[in-house]
């Protein structure tokens, strides 16, 4: 049976693909978010997963407000990437699993969620820059992947209560997938950030080190709220944390934090990275 090692939380910024395309992990902007990053490298090699599962958000490279699904999951045997207009370089393809895939939209579509399946699927900045901040130093990413799309873009919204519902029901999924994998999960996203209106630039660091810290010992917590209240206390586009629930949702039992880095700002954005491992 497949087994879940722990799961990865980071933000997702356009602008990082620029800074990795222009060698700027050094830059005095940077340093502070790429620095964060090899602990988790480190762990990475430690715990060795044969498959990455991506929880994100698309922005309009796959869907768009006209066709905007609450969940979709990705059933194709490879996943490309495209320009999005960000001057962000271009991502070779990455390689689907279509068994865990097919296994994980079964398993879910049972537990009567409503799934839009994508046997051809798009995948934007959300999913493929944490991957090449995960795997810096492979030409393409190494590991094959599973996308899930969450709408965090038009509402309605699924709420938080309802993406923790999500993660775990895909934790337990996973598990029960009758291969003998490693499976790493992975929620990209935020954190707090409005990037326009009367509030553009807002940031709260106070909720989001208070969230980051309780997806350790009480992953709950942040479903007391509203998908309303969780924008007025993040911002807009912070509501992408939902990614993060549903990742840590996903993992069963006990976790342990691996590493956390925590910086602002990041092109307006509150950046943050969270690595948990699954306890024996």
């Keep these: 049976m497949a087994r879940i090692v722990g799961a990865i939380n980071t933000s997702h910024v356009p602008a990082i693909g620029r800074a990795i395309a222009a060698n700027l992990q050094d830059d005095p902007y940077w340093k502070p978010f790429f620095d964060g990053f090899p602990p988790v490298h480190a762990w990475l090699d430690k715990v060795r ?7 994100y958000n698309d922005h309009g490279l796959n869907f768009f407000l006209d066709k905007m ?5 990705g059933a194709a045997p490879e996943y490309h990437n495209a320009d999005e207009g960000w001057g962000i370089p271009t991502l070779p393809p990455f390689k689907g699993v279509p068994g865990l895939s097919w296994h994980v939209i079964n398993e879910l579509v049972a537990r009567e969620f409503d799934l839009t399946t994508c046997q051809e699927m798009l995948v934007d900045h959300a999913f493929s820059l944490p991957l090449k901040l995960l795997w810096p130093d492979a030409p393409s990413c190494p ?7 969450i709408n965090t873009v038009q509402y309605p919204l ?4 309802r ?27 935020g954190l707090s950030h409005q990037l326009d209106g009367e509030r553009a630039g807002f940031v709260n660091p106070a909720f989001d080190k208070a969230f980051m810290d309780s997806l350790i010992d009480n992953p709950e917590w942040v479903t007391q709220y509203s998908n ?34 925590y910086h602002i700002p990041i092109s307006n954005t509150a950046s943050g990275l969270l690595a948990m491992a699954c306890e024996d």
């Design 49 to 55: 997963p044969d498959v990455v599962v991506v929880l």
């Design 69 to 73: 699904p609450t969940f979709a999951v």
């Design 143 to 149: 590991v094959p992947t599973v996308p899930v799309c």
């Design 158 to 161: 699924p709420s938080a209560r």
């Design 163 to 189: 993406c923790y519902k999500l993660g775990k029901a895909l934790g337990e999924a996973i598990a029960s997938w009758d291969e003998d994998k490693r499976v790493l999960i992975v929620g990209t996203g």
């Design 228 to 261: 309303e209240e969780i924008v007025e206390k993040t911002g807009t586009q912070g509501i992408e944390l939902l990614m993060w629930l549903a990742a840590r949702a996903a993992l069963p039992g006990k976790v342990s934090r691996v590493h956390s880095n």
